[in-house]
């Protein structure tokens, strides 16, 4: 079992910089493929970025491709997000995911089996 606690969410005007962090519980980080999934209110929760076991294959969703880097250390046991060029819509409660059922990148919530509690990520225009 993996327990996840993000750190790093706050408040940024607009083309600033955030970086969130996820530190994950249990010995076995280094087998689970991590992912960043963003929420509003009223709205699903969509997938944002993910990066393999290994580190060597990521995934962004289109619209921060080229902002956004994820990256893992899996000697520390954690997943990062950096975020630049922030723009008000990047506004949301961003949570961190690990998944161990499957040996590729999957892009929905349904398909991670373990969730931080999540940190807001305001963004002022």
């Known amino acids: 079992q993996v327990q996840l606690v993000e750190s790093g969410g706050g408040f940024v005007q607009a083309g600033g910089s955030l970086r969130l962090s996820c530190a994950a519980s249990g010995r076995t980080f280094s087998t689970y493929y991590m992912a960043w999934f963003r929420q509003t209110p009223g709205q699903e929760r969509d997938f944002v970025a993910a990066i393999s076991s290994t580190g060597t294959g990521t995934s962004y969703r289109s619209s921060v491709k080229g902002r956004f880097t994820i990256s893992r250390d899996n000697a520390r046991n954690t997943v990062s997000l950096q975020m630049n060029s922030l723009k008000p819509e990047d506004t949301a409660v961003y949570f961190c995911?690990?998944?161990?059922?499957?040996?590729?990148?999957?892009?929905?919530?349904?398909?991670?089996?373990?969730w931080g509690q999540g940190t807001q990520v305001t963004v002022s225009s």
């Open positions: 995911a690990a998944d161990n059922a499957h040996p590729y990148i999957v892009y929905t919530p349904e398909q991670y089996e373990y």
